[in-house]
């Protein structure tokens, strides 16, 4: 059902993310600049140290108009997407190469 896998999906999340943001729990909605500058501010980072990736156009052009790093994930080329992340992560310096 919806719920559990709702509650199945905030786990996951939870664990892989520091921080997860839900428009309907905050009241916010992208591409609205206070959606990515909420999601700054629970991280405790400028816009200019995030990596955000999304498919719709849009919602990254918004983020870049912050100084996000806007990462399209166009829906069958994923992989092109978490490879354009380990690139801008690695050029950043953030983790080791392992990733």
């Known amino acids: 059902n919806d719920v559990?896998?709702?509650?199945?999906r905030d786990e996951i999340f939870q664990a892989l993310f520091d921080e997860f943001v839900e428009s309907s729990v905050v009241g916010l909605r992208k591409p609205d600049a206070r959606f990515y500058l909420h999601a700054c501010n629970l991280l405790e980072v400028g816009p200019e140290e995030?990596?955000?990736?999304?498919d719709i156009g849009k919602n990254l052009r918004?983020?870049?108009?912050?100084?996000?790093?806007?990462?399209q994930?166009?829906?069958?080329?994923?992989?092109?997407?978490?490879d354009a992340v380990k690139k801008l992560v690695r050029a950043r310096g953030a983790f080791a190469p392992k990733i």
């Open 62 to 71: 918004a983020a870049d108009r912050l100084g996000m790093t806007a990462v």
């Open 4 to 8: 559990t896998s709702g509650k199945m």
């Open 73 to 82: 994930v166009e829906i069958g080329r994923e992989q092109q997407a978490v």
């Open 50 to 54: 995030v990596v955000f990736l999304d």
